[in-house]
C-alpha cells in the first residue's frame, strides 16, 4: 500500500506539472494569436485604413472600377471643351486670309461675308537677359593723391540680381526646383550663368524681403475664427524636426519647429481664440474641447481598420463606418444648398447619442486596438459635432492636408534644409506661394515687387486677402 500510495502521489504530481504546463502554453497561444492579428491588422494597413500616404499604398489597394463598355475619350452628348482666344491686346501679329476659291466647286467668284475664323498660334520670343552695366571710374584728388571711385546711383542694387531676376529666382524655389536644377533653367532659358553660391545669396535677399508679410500672415491666421492645423515631420542638417502648418481660407502658414510637444505647438498658435480642426494628438489638449473640430476623415480610416479586423472589432466597425459616411453625404448636401442646416442639426444630434452607444461598446469589448481607439473617441466627443452647430467649420482637416502635402513633397526629394536660415526660407517662400495660390494671385508678381520694396524701402505688399 505504501508503494502505491507513492506511486499515486508522484503521477499527481505529474498531472499537476502537466496540467501547468497546459495553462502556461494556453496563455501563450492566447498572446501569440493576439500578436499574430496584430501583425496582420499592420500588414493590411494603407491609405484607406490608416494615416498611411496614398503613395505607400501597394497595387491593387483600391478596388478598380467595374467596366462600362464605353470607348475612352468625350461621349455622345459631351460638352466640348475649346481652347480660348488669347485677348486682342495680346496678338503681337496678325495676318489676314481670304478664300481664293470655292471648297466645294472651285469657282473663283466669291463675295466677300463677314464671318471671321481666328487661329492662334502663340510661342515665346528668344529670350535675352537685361544687363545694365554700371561703369564706375577713378579719379585721383589733386590734393592729398588719394584715389575715388564713382558710387552706384541710388536705387541700384550691389547684387548681380535684379528684382525681376529675383522674382523668377523665388518662383522657381517655391515651385521645389532644386538649386542645382534653377543653376541649369537659368543658364538654358535665360542665358544666365550664375554660381550655386549666387543663388544661396539670393535666396537670402528673397527670405528678408517677404519676411514682413510673412509676419504679418501668421498673425493673421492665429486671429481667424477658424484654423485648420496639422503637422509632418522636417529634416534640419541630417535630424528630425517639425513641420506645422495653421490653414485658414485664403492664408496658410508654415512653421519649422524643434518638436511636436503641447508646448512648442500653445506657443505656436497664441491665444486661444476661434475654433481649430485637428485630428486626435494629444499635443492639442490645451486647447478648449468645445472649441475643437476632430477630423472625420481620420476617424472614418480608423472604422474602415475595425471593419476589417477578424474578431468583435468588426461588428462594431461596420455600423461606425455608415454612421459617419452617412453624416457626411448629408453634410454635402447642406454645403450644396439641397438640405437645410436646422435639418442636419437635428440629425447630428440623434447622430451623436447612437455613435456614444456604439463607441461605450467598443470600450467594453476590451479589444486591443479597438477599445483604447474608442475611449479616446469619447474624450474627444464634445469636438465631433462642432461643424454642424458653427458656421464655417469643415467636418474634415483635408484643407490643411493639402497644403502641407507639397511641403512633404519638397522634404521628399530636397532632404530638408541644412540651416536654420534654410528652415526660415522655406517656411516663407511656401507660406507665400501657397497663400497667394488659394486666392489666385500671381506668385511672380509678388515676389518681385516685395525684392523691389525691400531694395527702395518702400512698403511691401502683402499676403492678406482684399476685404
Known amino acids: 500500500m505504501a508503494a502505491l500510495g507513492k506511486r499515486l502521489a508522484k503521477l499527481e504530481a505529474q498531472v499537476s506539472q502537466l496540467l501547468a504546463m497546459v495553462t502556461e502554453r494556453d496563455a501563450e497561444i492566447v498572446r501569440l ?22 503613395s505607400s499604398d501597394p497595387p491593387g489597394t483600391r478596388p478598380s472600377k467595374p467596366a462600362t463598355g464605353r470607348k475612352p475619350g468625350g461621349q455622345p452628348g459631351h460638352e466640348g471643351h ?9 496678338v503681337t501679329a496678325r495676318t489676314v486670309l481670304r478664300a481664293k476659291a470655292c471648297a466645294c466647286c472651285g469657282s473663283r467668284r466669291l463675295e466677300p461675308g463677314e464671318g471671321v475664323r481666328a487661329h492662334q498660334v502663340v510661342d515665346v520670343p528668344v529670350i535675352r537677359p537685361d544687363v545694365h552695366q554700371y561703369d564706375m571710374h577713378e579719379a585721383t584728388c589733386l590734393d592729398c593723391g588719394k584715389s575715388t571711385w564713382a558710387k552706384l546711383p541710388s536705387g541700384v542694387s550691389t547684387s548681380m540680381f535684379g528684382p525681376r531676376l529675383l522674382g523668377v529666382v523665388g518662383y522657381f524655389l517655391a515651385a521645389r526646383v532644386s538649386r542645382r536644377q534653377l543653376q541649369e533653367i537659368l543658364r538654358e532659358l535665360f542665358g544666365i550663368p550664375v554660381s550655386l553660391g549666387a543663388l544661396s545669396q539670393a ?8 519676411a514682413g508679410p510673412t509676419d504679418a500672415a501668421a498673425a493673421y491666421v492665429r486671429g481667424q475664427p ?11 542638417a541630417g535630424s528630425y524636426a517639425a513641420l506645422w502648418t495653421i490653414a485658414t481660407k485664403f492664408v496658410v502658414t508654415f512653421f519649422v519647429l524643434a518638436n511636436a510637444k503641447t508646448d512648442t505647438i500653445a506657443a505656436l498658435l497664441g491665444t486661444l481664440k476661434g475654433i481649430m480642426v485637428t485630428d486626435r494628438g494629444s499635443q492639442f489638449g490645451f486647447w478648449a474641447m468645445k472649441r475643437r473640430q476632430i477630423c472625420w476623415a481620420h476617424l472614418i480610416r480608423k472604422f474602415v481598420a475595425f471593419s476589417e479586423r477578424k474578431d468583435e472589432g468588426a461588428e462594431l466597425g461596420g455600423p461606425l463606418l455608415l454612421l459617419a459616411q452617412t453624416m457626411l453625404r448629408a453634410w454635402h448636401e447642406v454645403r450644396d444648398g439641397t438640405r437645410t442646416r436646422k435639418r442636419y442639426q437635428t440629425m447630428a444630434r ?24 474608442c475611449q479616446d473617441m469619447l474624450d474627444h466627443k464634445q469636438a465631433l459635432f462642432t461643424f454642424a452647430f458653427q458656421a464655417g467649420v469643415d467636418p474634415t482637416n483635408n484643407h490643411a492636408e493639402r497644403m502641407l502635402r507639397p511641403f512633404v513633397m519638397w522634404r521628399k526629394t530636397s532632404y530638408g534644409s541644412q540651416s536654420d536660415r534654410g528652415c526660415l526660407f522655406a517656411q ?10 488659394l486666392q489666385g494671385r500671381s506668385v511672380f508678381e509678388f515676389l518681385m515687387t516685395a525684392c523691389q520694396a525691400a531694395h527702395t524701402g518702400a512698403s511691401a505688399p502683402t499676403l492678406l486677402p482684399t476685404p
Open 203 to 210: 535666396e537670402e535677399r528673397i527670405s528678408e524681403a517677404i
Open 350 to 373: 440623434n447622430a451623436q447619442v447612437a455613435f456614444e452607444a456604439l463607441l461605450e461598446r467598443g470600450v467594453s469589448l476590451r479589444l486591443r486596438g479597438v477599445s483604447g481607439s
Open 33 to 54: 494569436k493576439a500578436r499574430v492579428a496584430e501583425l496582420e491588422s499592420q500588414l493590411g494597413q494603407n491609405s484607406t485604413n490608416s494615416g498611411k500616404p496614398p
Open 82 to 90: 475649346k481652347r480660348c482666344l488669347l485677348p486682342p491686346e495680346m
Open 226 to 236: 477658424v484654423k485648420h492645423v496639422d503637422g509632418s515631420t522636417w529634416r534640419l
Open 428 to 437: 516663407r517662400i511656401m507660406t507665400v506661394s501657397q497663400s497667394l495660390r
